[in-house]
């Protein structure tokens, strides 16, 4: 991994003087994501699989976003994101997992939250618009799995970590429009694990209001210790944002 975080530093660093934003620029924007969940859970070596088995719907996907560049060319712009995934059903598990027999009815809420630290450099920024960067992401997820009977047992998995990622986002306007196409991606895989984050989108700016509408695409295969969670989401999104 630490061969990796420099080769990723190391990229950028060669980036940096290529190109900076013009004027200092701000940004924030919210969305909602409607996703669908796939995968398995692992506990101890056992594995449960989270749409068939455990049946899981999603209740809150919500998405915040704040970016900040400058014209300073050697310093990095920065954005922030977080994204806050909360997932309950109702299930009957296939084969035992964790203590928990298999053919049993339980409940199960999965809680998966990532905050990202992204610094990227303007290596494009006209009509046609390109960022490079490295982000650091602090993954925390916790899926807690029980029989619905009284006093029947449970299973807590759970995973936390920060991982470093490779940051693109590209962007193309069309002139006098308001209007572009583009898209963002995260990604890193290394050692088993392997986490990437993407989206394509459509655009609409008038004035100070950014209005965007897209696909958005993530998947997880991450082990800690004993826990292991290996899932993907992915499903349309709607945002809105200023932008100063």
């Known amino acids: 991994m630490r061969k990796l975080i420099l080769a990723l530093g190391g990229s ?3 980036a940096a003087p290529v190109a900076s934003a013009d004027v200092l620029g701000v940004g924030a924007n919210v969305s909602y994501w409607d996703s ?6 692992g506990k101890n070596n056992d594995l449960v699989d989270v749409e068939n088995d455990l049946d899981l719907d999603s209740d809150t996907n919500a998405n915040l976003s704040a970016y900040f560049e400058h014209p300073v060319p050697v310093l990095p712009n920065v954005r922030l994101n977080y994204t806050r995934i909360e997932q309950s059903g109702r299930g009957e598990l296939s084969t035992e997992f964790d203590a928990i027999p298999g053919g049993v009815e339980v409940d199960s809420d999965l ?8 610094l990227y450099y303007e290596v494009l920024d006209n009509w046609v618009n390109l960022d490079l960067g490295l982000t650091a992401r602090n993954l925390d997820g916790e899926l807690i799995v029980r029989e619905q009977t009284t006093n029947g047992q449970a299973s807590e ?19 006098f429009t ?17 986490v990437y984050d993407y989206n394509a989108y459509g655009q609409y700016e008038v004035s100070l209001l950014q209005l965007r509408a897209g696909y958005r695409q993530m998947g997880i295969d991450y082990e800690d210790s004993d826990d292991r969670l290996d899932v993907e989401l992915g499903g349309p999104f709607v945002s809105a944002g200023l932008t100063f």
């Open 12 to 14: 950028l660093i060669i």
């Open 36 to 41: 669908d969940l796939s995968g398995k859970a």
């Open 111 to 118: 809680d998966l939250s990532q905050f990202d630290v992204t």
């Open 157 to 175: 998995t759970e995973i936390d970590g920060v991982v470093p990622m490779g940051y693109l986002a590209a962007r193309f306007d069309l002139p």
């Open 178 to 194: 308001g209007v572009s196409v583009g898209g963002e991606a995260n990604l890193i895989s290394f050692d088993g694990d392997s």
